[in-house]
Nanobody, 123 residues
Framework: QVQLVESGGGLEQAGGSLRLSCAAS????????MGWFRQAPGKEREFVAA????????YYADSVKGRFTISRDNAKNTVYLQMNSLKPEDTAVYYC????????????????WGRGTQVTVSS
């Protein structure tokens, strides 16, 4: 089992920045890929970004490319999502997910999920 806990959400103005963290615990997961997804009210969950745990390869949704950066600290078993130039349409609950090597936008390929952290961007 892997437990994921997100933190760092909050209220920010448009154009501002937030950094989300996802702390992983449980089984050793050195081969896991990690992803961030988000779900806005009344909308389906959508992919945001993903990173391989060891190799550092990254993948982004077009809507956040150039504004968001995913990174990881293996020593701390933590993945980060740096969000810059925030827009009101970025408002959503952000979820961290862990998978066994898959890096991509298919949420069905991720095996473990956190409970989410709310991000609200005001205009």
């Amino acid at each position: 089992q892997v437990q994921l806990v997100e933190s760092g959400g909050g209220l920010e103005q448009a154009g501002g920045s937030l950094r989300l963290s996802c702390a992983a615990s449980g089984r050793t997961f050195i081969y896991a890929s990690m992803g961030w997804f988000r779900q806005a009210p009344g909308k389906e969950r959508e992919f945001v970004a993903a990173i391989t745990w060891g190799g550092g390869s990254t993948y982004y949704a077009d809507s956040v490319k150039g504004r968001f950066t995913i990174s990881r600290d293996n020593a701390k078993n933590t993945v980060y999502l740096q969000m810059n130039s925030l827009k009101p349409e970025d408002t959503a609950v952000y979820y961290c997910a862990a998978g066994r090597g898959y890096i991509g936008s298919d949420d069905g390929r991720y095996n473990y999920w956190g409970r989410g952290t709310q991000v609200t961007v005001s205009s």
